[in-house]
């Protein structure tokens, strides 16, 4: 009873608190009612089209699925694809993370440069350059059929290779992280015990970074389920949830079942998150102090040299020719045929293309500001502030973080092409709809920049303030946002990037008005137009690279020593 | 008992190539008796914990030998070489429990099974652990922590122990009990141990022999009482303990031992311990706080003015000052003595037989 009385009363006491700063109140309930508007309003439409037919429960949708091998085929495509992505991916970034933490591996830099690039680029240029360099009309192609006979790059095969190419770097980030925190002490400790190299490895490295290793492979699943361009490009007849979902609104109309698919993707992403955030992350025993550690044992025998790094030069190598297979594709006059080179493709991009490049930078640059502000606001409230719901509130602005893009592109085509309560004008065909969607999908990003940098900072510099006089907001303004700016602007670099990125989710939302530079290269790519679309791809690489760059000059100049955040998992 | 149990030969480790290149270890010399306990004590970054780096194979060195037992261990592996470190941060296996950690070397030599019982059985009764062998590291305190490390090293019967700065991350009251009872436990399995440490009060109560570091380079070895009373030169006088220095000249050789010194216009005669001065040299007179004595003011004395006085119940501290030098002077037990006040003038006694001459340097400060 006395216990009861205690939490009521505390319960109490935060309300007061709250009551007498009128402005985090009103912040608080404007962030609940964007959340449940923008991001649990979309998925729950989704889960009603799946569910609800002609206003009536209806299982119709689940039956027709698990019985039509057409339905229920795709989603253990997904699920294949997804086991073999995250395993592949996960062994290649465990060797790069190994090889840069723990071997005295020249060119460092380079190969973490290299290893990390795939995560800046478009999704589906690696699928576009497995094409050019292995498809029907591919440069290695007759190679390749001499040594392993005929073969297509279309279907299983050549999507795990590419997811793999496209995601290992996130596996690569996790690990790098993880074993980056491992204090070689320990396997130097190991060692002067007696253990040799590979005993240090089996009963320390390996234990210690088994739940970084868990968590690396449910990232890339979750990523290979939710990939859309990829699939779309390179998986011919192999089909996979992501693009049959897709394919039943946007080619068959039939919504309702498009829906139910989404929903077949929707769960084991979701499954898989949760693992990964609420038990795997929990098992670790390695506290990320962000403090670099020391030097690494340096004796190394070349029986682990020797595959470490040529597996890291094999890697590197694949990566440099796909993304080089896109520059020199995009300068040859037709892929295959006539290898003469011309700019013409580039000339045929701006003046076919120019209002998609225009939208898509005209949109990112709208939603990236809001998105980045958005998510430092809501960290601050998680991190620092007490209020009923908080939970409720890291809970669903993370959400957007896991679901797929396509349960979030079919959420908002059912959500918002109508008047509701909630939001009493229609927005599809508009651009607001994309900034929105772009504004919420990318959130959690800044979100984990701002967590990760306010929880470097003592609470009591904050309280100092308080102290002080000052008020919440003059609190936030004056001294928080300052020491988090550059966490805020790696934030913001990395939604840019996404922005300009997505397909996945806006390729529901795009319409004639507004549309995105990613769509016209997919729709290029259709009509196999490839060069045009390494064309464009070249352009989105340099534009993002060009956004990094100013955005790493501002870091540099406000952040003297203040360490960037990693911004992936 | 074996004299060269642990012997380093001309060890020198340079880091980094060119310009860059760091000479952190510079022609070190050392034979370590069997069943002896050795400080390394220097200033942070002297070179100390690249020796003990070194002994245990972390670290190659760029020249010179290392044998323990008479064997050559220079470039044999840090895991098939018969020492075992204790670490500064312990670098217990945080995903084993106590009992794991301390067996875990044990069984990396698949010793049997009984064996390794008996061994970690003995062990844990040996630094007090028992009860808490199923626990996990992270549920142990900073100083049980240090035991578990201690075990893990000492179960596998080291021919040298190597302790990196063990006790730098307890507080001082479990620093000061930890280091009575890692010296019990040294001395009662005499075995031969090699211990990096900054503190010097630490390397006084422990060690054997203490070797005073400084760039590199050795610049004593000798027991405490050695190192404190007749230290060979001012960085050593300096590190250890409180020193004033006075800067005389030689007057008059009485002879080998005795010699006569001129100290701002006052005659010492100062006892030397090795006859390596010369007549006219300039040398630094040390005086330890303790071996100076105030008298109210006396005529043909040396004489110096109370500028401070500091009471810390047990001692008193005056700071004299005279000529163009400050004397730190140190009086036991305040109560027996007349205390002087701030702005007296006072007449300053050398206990002769407590001075000592060291070679004059220029001294960057």
Same mark, same amino acid.
């Given at each position: 009873?006395?216990? +009861? ?61 698990? $019985? ?109 992280? %993880? ?85 077949? !993707? ?30 690494? %044992? ?42 003469? !080179?011309?700019? +013409? ?19 990112? $640059? ?47 085509? !059912?959500?918002?092409?109508? +008047? ?51 008020? $919440? $907001? ?78 790493? !000059? ?16 | ?32 008796? @069997? ?23 972390? @670290? ?234 105030? @008298? ?70």
């Amino acid at each position: 009873m006395y216990i +009861k009385n205690r939490k009521l009363h505390e319960i109490m006491g935060n309300l007061k608190l709250i009551w007498k700063e009128p402005l985090l109140l009103l912040s608080i309930l404007t962030i609940f009612y964007f959340l449940i508007t923008f991001v649990m309003f979309p998925i729950f439409q989704v889960f009603k089209a799946s569910l609800i037919v002609n206003h009536k429960l209806d299982f119709s949708n689940y039956l027709a699925i698990f $019985s039509k091998r057409y339905y229920y085929q795709p989603f253990f495509n997904s699920m294949i694809v997804g086991v073999y992505t995250a395993t592949l991916g996960m062994i290649i970034g465990f060797v790069f993370a190994y090889a840069l933490t723990r071997t005295p591996l020249p060119f460092k830099n380079f190969f973490r440069l290299t290893a990390t690039f795939p995560i800046i680029s478009p999704p589906f240029v690696v699928a576009l350059s497995a094409i050019l360099l292995f498809g029907r009309a591919g440069t290695l192609t007759p190679y390749l059929n001499k040594i392993i006979g005929n073969y297509t790059i279309y279907g299983l095969g050549g999507l795990v290779l590419v997811e793999t190419i496209a995601y290992a770097p996130t596996a690569f980030l996790v690990l790098y992280g %993880i074993l980056q925190a491992i204090d070689p002490s320990l396997e130097e400790a190991a060692m002067d015990l007696g253990a040799s190299r590979l005993k240090v490895f089996s009963t320390i490295t390996l234990p210690l970074s088994t739940p970084g290793i868990a968590s690396a492979w449910l990232l890339v699943f979750i990523q290979s389920l939710a990939d859309f361009g990829n699939p779309m490009v390179i998986a011919g007849n192999y089909r996979v949830l992501s693009v049959q979902a897709y394919l039943q609104i946007a080619g068959m109309y039939d919504t309702s079942r498009g829906a139910t698919l989404a929903i077949l !993707l929707f769960i084991p992403t979701i499954v898989a998150f949760f693992i990964q955030k609420y038990w795997v992350a929990q098992k670790s025993y390695i506290t990320v102090t962000g403090k670099p550690t020391g030097s690494t %044992i340096k004796r190394l025998e070349w029986y682990i040299k020797l595959p470490v790094y040529s597996s890291c030069l094999i890697f590197t190598a694949i990566v440099f020719l796909f993304y080089g297979t896109i520059v020199y594709g995009s300068f040859q006059t037709l892929w295959g045929v006539n290898p003469t !080179l011309t700019i +013409k493709h580039y000339i045929e991009m701006f003046q076919v293309a120019k209002d998609y490049i225009l939208d898509s930078l005209t949109l990112s $640059s709208l939603a990236t500001p809001i998105a980045g502000i958005l998510g430092i606001f809501i960290s601050f409230l998680v991190i620092r502030k007490k209020f009923i719901g908080r939970g409720a509130m890291e809970f669903i602005s993370m959400l957007t973080f896991a679901v797929p893009g396509t349960v979030v592109g079919i959420g908002y085509i !059912l959500a918002f092409n109508q +008047k509701t309560m909630l939001l009493p004008f229609i927005i599809t065909g508009t651009a607001w709809i994309i900034i929105i969607l772009l504004v919420f999908r990318n959130m959690p990003v800044g979100i984990r920049a701002g967590i990760a940098a306010l929880q470097q900072i003592d609470p009591s510099i904050e309280e100092a303030s308080t102290d002080l006089g000052a008020d $919440s $907001s003059t609190t936030f303004r004056r001294i928080t946002l300052p020491m988090i700016a550059p966490a805020f602007f790696s934030g913001l670099a990395y939604n840019f990037v996404k922005a300009m990125t997505a397909i996945s989710a806006v390729i529901f939302v795009v319409s004639g008005k507004w549309n995105l530079i990613t769509v016209a290269i997919l729709g290029f790519v259709d009509n196999s137009r490839y060069a045009q679309a390494a064309a464009m791809c070249n352009l989105l690489i340099v534009i993002v690279l060009v956004a990094l760059g100013v955005i790493q !000059l501002v870091v540099n100049r406000i952040g003297k020593g203040v360490r960037t955040i990693d911004i992936i998992g | 008992m074996k004299q060269d149990f642990l012997l380093l030969k001309d060890l020198v480790k340079i880091f980094g190539s060119g310009k860059e290149a760091v000479t952190a270890v510079d022609k070190v010399n050392l034979a370590v008796k @069997e069943g002896e306990l050795i400080t390394l004590l220097g200033p942070s970054g002297c070179g100390k914990t690249t020796i003990l780096r070194m002994i245990s194979g972390f @670290e190659l060195p760029t020249s010179g030998k290392i044998f323990i037992d008479g064997e050559e261990v220079t470039n044999t592996p840090p895991n098939q070489r018969p020492t075992t470190m204790v670490f500064q941060n312990y670098a217990l296996f945080p995903h084993m429990s106590v009992l794991e950690n301390i067996t875990y070397g044990l069984k990396i030599h698949r010793k049997k099974e009984k064996n390794i019982q008996e061994r970690a059985e003995k062990i844990i009764n040996l630094v007090g652990l028992r009860g808490l062998e199923l626990r996990s590291p992270a549920q142990l305190s900073g100083g049980q922590q240090q035991r578990v490390s201690l075990a893990r090293s000492l179960i596998m019967e080291p021919k040298v122990l190597l302790l990196d700065e063990p006790l730098s991350n307890l507080d001082a009251k479990m620093r000061e009990s930890t280091r009575l009872e890692i010296r019990k436990l040294q001395q009662r399995i005499s075995i031969t141990s090699i211990y990096v440490t900054h503190d010097q009060e630490e390397a006084m109560t422990l060690s054997d022999r203490i070797v005073i570091m400084n760039a590199g380079k050795i610049q004593q070895i000798g027991t405490p009482q050695e190192i404190y009373h007749y230290p060979l030169n001012y960085f050593v006088a300096d590190f250890i303990g409180k020193a004033n220095f006075l800067v005389g000249r030689i007057t008059k050789k009485h002879s080998k031992n005795l010699v006569e010194l001129e100290v701002n216009g006052i005659f010492l005669r100062v006892y030397i311990k090795q006859d390596t001065f010369q007549e006219g040299e300039k040398v630094f007179l040390l005086i330890r706080p303790e071996s100076i004595e105030l @008298e109210p003011k006396k005529p043909n004395t040396l004489l110096g003015k109370v500028q401070q006085t500091i009471y810390l119940g047990s001692r008193l501290i005056y700071k004299i000052e005279m000529a163009d030098t400050i004397l730190t002077v140190e009086i036991g037990d305040p109560q027996e003595h007349k205390i002087f006040l701030e702005g007296e003038i006072v007449s300053v006694n050398f206990k002769e037989e407590n001075l000592r001459l060291l070679p004059y340097e220029e001294i960057k400060k």
